[in-house]
C-alpha cells in the first residue's frame, strides 16, 4: 500500500486522541498518592475529576463551532498544546485549589479535539466508519497504557514527575502535528461565532428526527459505556471473586481487543449499514454482560470480555450516522453539539451503576444496561422494520 497524505491526517489525529487521553487516565492510578499529598478525601478529588470529565463532555460543541472558524488543524494543535502545559501544570500545582482548576482545564482542552479531529477526518476520508474506528484506536490504547506506565513511574519517581507523563506524550506528538498536517480552509471563516450560539440554530440541528434519534442511541450506548469501563474491575472482584491482579488483566484486554476491532466494525458499517452494524453490536454488548453475570469460570470471563470490548465499539458505527444527516456547513458545530449532548447524558452512567451495585447488587446493576442495551436494538429493528425514517 502507498502511504499516502490522508493516511497522516489518520496516524496523527488518532496520535493526538492518545495524547489527550493519556494526560486524563493519568490522573486516576495517581490518586491515592495525591489525596495523600493535599491531605484531602476521595470524595474530594472525586469531584475534581467529574469536573473534567464534564469539562470534556461540554468542550464538544465549542470545538465544532471553533473549527469552523479556525479551521480543524488549528483546534487540534490547540487541544495537544494545552493538554501538555495543563499536564506540566498539574506536576507543580503547589496546593489543592490550583490543581482542581487545572483538571478541569484539562478536560477543556482535551474535549477540543475530537470533533475537529472527525471533522478533519470526514474531510479526508470517504470510509468514515473506518477513519473513525482507527480514529478511536487512540482512546484505547491510551487506556491500556497510561495506567501502566504512571502507576511504575509513581512508586519510582514520585506522582508529580508521573503526572508528567502527559506532558511528555503530549508535546511530541503536537510538533509532529504541527509540521505534518497542512493548515486547512475553515468553513465558515466570517460568520462571527455568537451567531452560531443562536438557539435557533440548535434547535433546528437536534430537532431533525435523524439527529434526534441517533442522539438517543449515542446517550444509551455512551451511558453504558461509561457504567462498564468506571466499575468493570470492582465487578469482577466483587461480584465473580476474582484477584485485582487478574481484574486489571481482564480490563487491559477489554482495551486490547477495542484497539483491534474498532476499525474492522467501522468497515462493516461503511459497507453494510450504520444501524445493522450498531444493531448488532447492541446484541453483542448483552450477550457479554450476560456472560459475565451468569456463566461462571474461564468461558464467562473470556468470552464476556470478548463480546463486550466488539458491542461496546458501537461508536464507529453511530458517530458516522451523525456525519451522514449533517450538511457539510453543519458538520463542524452540529458534530460538537450532539457530542456534548449524548456525553453530557452519559457522565451519569458511573453514578447509576455504582447506586444501583450498592441496593441491589451487581447481578441487577449489570442487568439494567442490558435492558438499555436492548431498548436501543429493538428501537432500531422497529425503525427499519417500518421504514420510520428516523
Known sequence: ???????????????????????????????????????????????????????????????????????????????????????????????????????????????????????????????????????????????????????????????????????????PIFLLFLWRIRPVDPHRPDQPLRERLKLRELTTILGKPEIAFTVVIASVGAFVWQGTASFLPTFLVEHRGQSPTTAGVVFSAYFVVQSLVKPGIGSLSDRFGRDVTTFGCMLTSVAGLALFVAVPGFVGVAGGVVLIANGLSWAVAVEPRFMDNLTDQERGAGFGLVRTTYLSIASL??????????????AVSFGVLMLLLTFVAVALAVNWTFGLGY
Open 1 to 171: 500500500m502507498t502511504w499516502r497524505y490522508r493516511h497522516t491526517v489518520l496516524a496523527l489525529c488518532t496520535f493526538a486522541f492518545f495524547a489527550t487521553m493519556v494526560a486524563r487516565l493519568a490522573i486516576s492510578p495517581l490518586v491515592p498518592a495525591i489525596t495523600d499529598d493535599f491531605r484531602i478525601g476521595n470524595t474530594v478529588i472525586g469531584i475534581a475529576l467529574t469536573g473534567m470529565w464534564l469539562a470534556y463532555a461540554v468542550m464538544q460543541f465549542p470545538s465544532g463551532i471553533l473549527a469552523d472558524r479556525f479551521g480543524e488543524r488549528s483546534i487540534v494543535l490547540l487541544s495537544v498544546g494545552g493538554t501538555t502545559v495543563m499536564s506540566l501544570l498539574l506536576a507543580v500545582s503547589p496546593f489543592y485549589a490550583l490543581f482542581v482548576l487545572f483538571v478541569i482545564g484539562l478536560g477543556g482542552v482535551a474535549g477540543l479535539h475530537y470533533s475537529a479531529a472527525t471533522t478533519l477526518l470526514d474531510r479526508t476520508y470517504e470510509n468514515l466508519g473506518f477513519a473513525i474506528g482507527v480514529h478511536t484506536i487512540g482512546s484505547s490504547a491510551a487506556g491500556l497504557i497510561a495506567p501502566v506506565a504512571v502507576a511504575w513511574l509513581s512508586v519510582r519517581y514520585g506522582w508529580r514527575p508521573a503526572i508528567a507523563f502527559g506532558a511528555a506524550i503530549a508535546a
Open 349 to 362: 452512567g458511573s453514578v447509576a451503576v455504582g447506586l444501583f451495585a450498592d441496593l441491589f447488587g451487581w
